[in-house]
Nanobody, 121 residues
Framework: VQLQASGGGLVQPGGSLRLSCAAS????????LGWYRQPPGKQRELVAT???????NYADSVKGRFTIFRDHAKNTMYLQMNGLKPEDTAVYYC????????????????WGQGTLVTVSS
């Protein structure tokens, strides 16, 4: 499965963007999908996950501002980002298989080519 993230760009603080992650092949319907991001000079970090049943999990830094959702029929996942802040600036990646280990998550699936989000005035 190959993933392609898109929808990034330059936005002012307080603005919104919607990222998409499209799969070229079929993603097993039972997989938990996830969005990660890598800010400049920092390590990649988890942003949000969504299970096959629609259960979601968010990093504390984005709770209440970001929404993850998926369209099984289109093999596509989305990240709606509202109230963007400069600290949200990062390259955003999607992963096709994220494992829940209780207190942490492990991305074991395919990585999509990232999309750059820049929040700046």
């Amino acid at each position: 499965v190959q993933l392609q993230a898109s929808g990034g760009g330059l936005v002012q603080p307080g603005g919104s963007l919607r990222l998409s992650c499209a799969a070229s092949g079929s993603i097993p319907s039972g997989n938990t999908l996830g969005w990660y991001r890598q800010p400049p000079g920092k390590q990649r970090e988890l942003v949000a996950t969504i299970t096959s049943g629609g259960y979601t999990n968010y990093a504390d830094s984005v709770k209440g501002r970001f929404t993850i959702f998926r369209d099984h029929a289109k093999n596509t996942m989305y990240l709606q980002m509202n109230g963007l802040k400069p600290e949200d600036t990062a390259v955003y990646y999607c992963n096709s298989d994220v494992r829940d280990r209780g207190s942490y998550y492990i991305p074991v699936g395919s990585w999509g080519q990232g999309t750059l989000v820049t929040v700046s005035s």
